[in-house]
């Protein structure tokens, strides 16, 4: 666990101590997962945020969190095997449910109100997009990508660098979802609905933005926990 921390810190460092500082880099649009290898004070500078404010902000949920106890410290101190079945479990079959379940709504709110809200015609295309990745990408964890990891901990792998491809192959795949989220939270205006919004609306973007914080913990996980084991 970090004793200390500072400006300097990699975001991804503070967030894997003190993972409730997720909420707080979120609120101001700084990517803790795919853009977690950046100095607080760079991430802030470059998306135009206070720095001493974002640092005070920081400071008040970590001294509430107790330490840092918390549930990703249970993750760094996890074997592979442990957040894999955790992943699958927490993550990848929600995940499918969550794109079967709310596919539906997404199509219907385009094309009930795509015609004065063309907005909506995009929301519909990232969505659609960032749906068929997603899945394949979740396929090809489960069938090739973490069994190969299995065997990297059983020195078992007969190709070692061929698996480490795989694995830096699922970082480049995550952060095109994660530009694809924010293309979705740029065009919904922060998943903000207008004013006049029905409530099958309302439910899309609240929907989507769930799945936002959704992926964005699970990339964290695999990205800043999980991968960094095997380089």
Known sequence: MLKTYSEQTLVRDLVNDFPKTADVFKSVRIDFCCGGATPIAEAAAT???????????????????????DDMKVWIDSDSNTIIDHVISEYHNPLREEFLNLSPYVTKVSRVHGGH????????????????????????????????????????????????????????????????????????????????????????????EMLEAQTFMHVHLENNILFPRYF
């Open 47 to 69: 998306g135009g945020v206070d720095l001493g404010v974002l640092m005070a902000n920081l400071t008040e949920v970590i001294e509430k969190s107790s330490n840092g106890e």
């Open 117 to 208: 809200r063309p907005e909506l015609l995009k929301v519909y295309e990232l969505y659609y997009e960032l749906k068929k990745e997603m899945l394949e990408h979740v396929a090809k964890e489960e069938e090739t990508v973490f069994p190969l990891i299995k065997q990297l901990d059983d020195n078992t792998v007969e190709d070692r660098d061929g698996a480490l491809n795989y694995i830096k192959e699922l970082e480049a795949e995550h952060d095109h979802a994660g530009a694809i989220l924010k293309q979705l939270r740029d065009i919904t205006s922060d998943f903000i609905p207008p004013a006049d919004a029905c409530g099958t609306y309302r439910l899309v973007y609240k929907r989507l």
